[in-house]
């Protein structure tokens, strides 16, 4: 414990200097040679090292990034753990879910699922997710993996009516019970609707009803393809977004995954609920489900952050190369160089992804949760790097780097990744019995 000027209860703390820090705020503040101070969970300084550094001169761990970059951790909007990536993925949307999807989940053990939500969860921190939004099956298995890797994770079910064999509100509410707040509240617990053609009015209300007993949040999908459109107006003669905003699903609490096939009325919904949307854009191109009105979407003020979706419908969980792929399919498909800039993308990552789930993170200032990471730049990635006002950072934080270049992750003021290895776990194990699991729950199903 260090005794220093300020907060003398501090347990922890955590000096970081020498680093080039992208502090993602509104003004795009950046150090060519910053000092982050971490006191326990929160972020206490930040500055130019040379300002700062005579003020902090203990801490209980000091870390030299010199050549490095500083950034808030990633934020993964939309997060399936998964255990099956590489199987049965040439097939299209339904096709892959009746084949594959829904088989491994149906069947996928506590302790099947423990081992590869663990995977997930390394995958997506040792490529600089700090936060992941994760609907999966047995979650509490989950929210296990989440507390002992160090991952901040928000958590619920995959919820769908009874006949369809997944989960129900009433597990959704246990799973609330056993695991929200814990872990010093980077475990919270939404309630998960999978999506509308497994789902009936009455579910959808009572989500909204169970949401707003437990004053929490809501992740569902929505049109995410046409055969989903189609699919909703057949059995509730509304298209998906229209008859969630029937059944009180919309609203600023709730994260709303694809939005492939919105109509304008659709994106006026979401504007008017405050609802937020999950941009999914390798997954979406993957299964063949096609591209969202993005554009539109940020025209119209909707906050839009990016999820992977998947391992099985995206094999990566890295969010660097799907931010890559979010700016270039947009500017393909709109023959619009000039669409989705570098630091439009990043902040949809960041920023946006901490607003959508109200958190305390997303930029590198006083007060926010230390959740952040280091990049390594001395590759070639990083090569030529330009620093002050003309700064090509960005860019190539934005469509040249991945998530191999994270060199250190922190969540929550402590060190889950130094030198790409996971501090909290032994990958090793993780990996072996990730493989192990996935084999064995095959073989049953």
Known sequence: MVNLPGDNKVKNRIVIKNGVLLVMDDAWTLYDDGMVVIE????????????????????????????????????????????????????????????????????????????????????????????????WRQMEACGDAAEAIGMRAVLCCDVADDEHQLDSLADNERLYQAKHGRANGRIEVYVGIEWLPLSSRKLLVGARDLANKLQTGIHIHLNESLSEVQESLRLFGRRPTEFAYDCGILGSDCVAAHCVWLSDAEIALMRETGTNISHNPASNAKLGNGIARVPEMVRAGINVGVGHDAAECNNSVDLFSTMKFASLIHRANRVDASLFPPQEVLAMATKNGSKALKHNTGSLEVGKKADLILINLKNEHFTPLVLGEQTNIYSHLLFAANGADVHTSIIDGRVVMEDRRLTMVDQDEVFAKANEAFHTLLKRI
């Open 40 to 135: 326990d969970d929160k972020i206490a300084a930040i500055g130019p090292t040379s300002d700062l550094a005579p003020k902090y001169p203990q801490a209980d761990r000091v870390i030299d990034a010199r050549g490095k970059a500083v950034m808030p951790g990633l934020v993964n909007l939309h997060f399936h753990s998964g255990i099956g990536k590489g199987y049965c993925d040439h097939l299209p949307l339904m096709e892959y879910l009746m084949t594959a999807w829904y088989p491994l989940t149906r069947n996928v053990s506590s302790q099947e699922a423990y081992w590869a939500a663990m995977c997930s969860y390394s995958e997506a921190i040792r490529s600089g997710a700090t936060t992941v939004n994760d609907q």
